[in-house]
């Protein structure tokens, strides 16, 4: 009876999280020519922002395979809770390292906007990712489904904040002639 209710929870869940929204049209920024020594510290930018990222990254996407496994029946490991919680730190940590990224200083306003936009929605997915982990956590702890239902919310809403910053850095950076790796 329990399993059969955690498969309608997660069931809801899953179609609750994957119903798309309307994505709002990026607003598109005029072409920007930049100094060389403006190109330099935006590239010094770019760099930053995806050191800071990737172990973060690293650590989801490992998070996020052991759960799919666990929750579709596969043989979980002994140490998700450890994985679960090795996300949450990096996360966390990753969020707090961003708010320390600097935008470039001699940039036109809008692009400064956009960058700072894009920067501080990072910083809101990374938080979004911290608190589905911590739910998840919770979840394997407690055994209460509202927890997996939060877990979808939060890794939902963490999705949606780290693909609009996403867009609007590659449109920031493409508008100066940068290229953005996918």
Avoid: H, W
């Amino acid at each position: 009876m329990i399993k059969q209710l955690v498969l309608v929870i997660v069931s809801l869940a899953i179609i609750a999280c994957s119903q798309e929204k309307p994505s709002e049209a990026p607003k598109k920024l005029p072409a920007v020519t930049l100094t060389p020594a403006e190109r330099e510290s935006l590239l010094s930018f770019q760099k930053n922002l995806l050191d800071k990222e990737y172990i973060a990254d690293k650590a989801v996407k490992i998070a996020v395979t052991e759960i799919k496994n666990a929750i579709s029946g596969g043989q979980a490991t002994a140490d998700l809770p450890a994985i679960i919680g090795r996300a949450k730190g990096e996360c966390l940590k990753t969020g707090a390292e961003l708010t320390q990224s600097v935008i470039p200083a001699k940039l036109p306003p809008e692009l400064q906007a956009s960058l700072r936009d894009g920067r501080d929605a990072l910083i809101a997915s990374y938080k979004a990712y911290g608190e589905a982990f911590d739910a998840l956590r919770s979840f394997t702890a407690e055994k209460n489904p509202m927890l997996l239902l939060e877990y979808r919310k939060k890794y939902a809403e963490a999705q949606e904040l780290y693909g609009g910053a996403a867009q609007k850095i590659k449109g920031a950076l493409s508008s100066c002639g940068i290229a953005t790796a996918n």
